[in-house]
């Protein structure tokens, strides 16, 4: 509707900016609201063995973070893309937490005895890489 009325003209030319900014911000927000509950929803979830994660991103912090690296990004005309990423990756790191249940050298231990040579073997043959 608050487009349809942007492009009819039926907006004063200063009030276009505002909508703008206003859709953009709520684009932003839905978005990091979005990401942040995903990511939450991802990591608590993951179980390996005995051990488990805990992510407690909060979207008010993510936004902004997201405004401070578009604002670095957009000043340096691109060249701040590599520190606005590491930036996210440590915000991101430094909330999430690896909750071990047992000892995490036995949980090795038994993986590394239950790996066999066949399924290194099938992944060569079938040029097949599992990556997080």
């Known amino acids: 509707m608050v ?3 942007l492009f009819a003209g039926a907006v004063p030319p200063g009030g276009q900016i505002l909508v703008l900014i206003f859709l953009y911000g709520s684009i932003l927000a839905w978005f990091t609201y ?3 509950v995903t990511v939450n929803a991802l990591w608590n979830s993951v179980r ?3 051990v488990s994660f805990q992510s407690t991103l909060q979207p ?3 936004i902004g973070l997201y405004l401070v690296n578009l604002a670095a990004i957009a000043l340096t005309l691109g060249f701040a893309i590599p520190w606005a990423v590491v930036r996210t990756h ?4 430094s ?3 690896v909750i071990a249940a047992g000892s995490l ?4 231990e ?3 005895r239950r790996v066999s040579a066949t399924g290194t073997e099938v992944g060569d043959m079938f040029d097949i890489d599992v990556a997080l």
Request: positive net charge.
């Open 95 to 97: 909330k999430t937490t």
């Open 110 to 112: 038994t993986e590394a």
């Open 105 to 108: 050298d036995s949980f090795a």
């Open 3 to 5: 487009l349809v009325l």
């Open 34 to 36: 979005i990401r942040a």
């Open 90 to 93: 440590r915000y991101r790191a």
């Open 60 to 62: 008010r912090e993510l």
């Open 48 to 50: 390996i063995g005995p």
